[in-house]
């Protein structure tokens, strides 16, 4: 019988030995430390390799630009300008003397002719003073009434040698300085009537109320505009011309009129004065077209569009507004030459409302980008595309 020793094993498998039956080899711990770390190094590696790798990016996208073909601008009408119809004689009219306002008797578009009352003061005051006035000329009366009858007596005293010559003269002198006072008062009385008439403001022309300047209950100075009345007879437009502009308004031989009202009426107008000096707020200068020609339906207020005639138009190239942009080194477009986009630097001429006429910087023909230039670099690639609202 073969021996079977009961002794436990020494891994505390508590498994017999059997005879002929070989143990399992035991795993070493230095030999499993070193595989993974085999294997993390090989997947470091790997991660690194990747990250190393660069993607190639895609190209990007050509972008697309609307462009049009510049066209001439010669032969067209020059700048227009906006303003409104005005009366060529109108005037502020206003009381000569100072007061509250009680009644005012017309109201805008009133017709009026000399004489016509427009407003009235309080006449209270203005007739105290004519009374006080009055009552300083019945004094000034009684004084030398006074003076007569002492300088009478005293006359009729130094011819009977009971007074001396030196107190006839002072009775001489005082009826001298009565009657002087007397003509003083009435001078006053009279200016005081016509103070007292200047409570009542009367039209001196026949014209149109075209603004209200004050109302009852006002207290007004003297001077100060109440009611401003024009001439309708004759009639201008008033514009303001930029100082860039000025050369070539006044060198206009004519002017060409036309009514926003009335866009079928066109008139024919003439330069009559050019302000010397610029407005120091808005740097223009204010100009006066006479309209020798407008009728009744041309009315005070209208606004009116003053344009030069077409034999003083503005040659040039005519690209749109949009077409022109400004980075802070002047007025520049783009064009677009064998697929490029091309900076222009450009000097401009007019504005319209067509468009900007160029007077240099672009020729007749090229494609200039209406839409989308302040996003180019130069020399980038584009696509230029039709853009469909030509310049004309």
């Not at 073969?2 to 002794?7: D, G, Q, T, Y």
């Not at 399992?24 to 711990?29: G, I």
């Not at 805008?108 to 006449?123: E, F, H, M, S, Y």
Request: proline share 7%; glycine share 8%.
């Amino acid at each position: 019988m073969p021996f079977v020793s009961s002794r436990p094993c020494q891994d505390g498998a508590g498994v017999a030995s059997l005879p002929g039956r070989r143990r399992p080899a035991e795993k070493d711990p230095f030999v499993t430390a070193r595989r993974t770390a085999v294997v993390l190094a090989l997947a470091l590696s790997a991660s690194l390799l990747s990250a190393c790798k660069e993607d190639k990016p895609p190209a990007p996208p050509v972008p697309s630009v609307l462009v049009l073909a510049a066209a001439g601008a010669a032969g067209s009408e020059g700048p227009s300008y906006s303003g409104e119809v005005r009366a060529r004689h109108e005037a502020d009219l206003a009381f000569r003397v100072g007061g509250k306002l009680v009644a005012r008797l017309v109201d805008v578009g009133a017709q009026v002719r000399p004489g016509t009352v427009l407003a009235r003061l309080d006449p209270a005051d203005l007739q105290l003073n004519v009374a006080a006035v009055r009552a300083q000329v019945s004094a000034a009366e009684s004084d030398l009434a006074l003076a007569k009858a002492d300088l009478d007596r005293y006359t009729a005293l130094a011819r009977d040698k009971f007074v001396s010559p030196a107190m006839l003269d002072a009775k001489t002198t005082a009826w001298q300085a009565a009657a002087a006072r007397l003509d003083q008062a009435r001078a006053q009385l009279a200016v005081s009537g016509n103070q007292a008439a200047y409570g009542t403001l009367a039209s001196d022309r026949a014209g149109v109320v075209t603004a209200v300047l004050a109302e009852p209950g006002q207290v007004v100075a003297a001077g100060q505009a109440v009611v401003r009345v024009a001439r309708p007879d004759e009639k201008e437009v008033l514009v303001y011309v930029p100082e860039g502009q000025l050369a070539a308004f006044k060198a206009a031989n004519s002017l060409a009129v036309t009514l926003w009202a009335r866009p079928d009426l066109r008139l024919r107008g003439r330069l009559r004065e050019l302000a010397p000096a610029a407005d120091p707020a808005t740097r223009t200068y204010a100009a006066r077209v006479s309209l020798p020609d407008a009728g009744a339906d041309v009315q005070l207020g209208m606004t009116a569009q003053v344009a030069l005639a077409e034999d003083a138009g503005v040659p040039g190239i005519l690209v749109p507004l949009s077409a022109v942009i400004e980075r802070g080194q002047g007025p520049e477009v783009w064009v677009v030459a064998q697929g490029k986009a091309l900076r222009r630097p450009v000097k401009v001429a007019a504005y319209r409302e067509d468009g900007v006429v160029l007077a240099a910087g672009v020729a007749v023909g090229e494609a200039v980008v209406a839409v989308g230039a302040h996003k180019l670099v130069a020399g980038q690639a584009v696509r230029p595309l039709p853009f469909k609202t030509e310049a004309r």
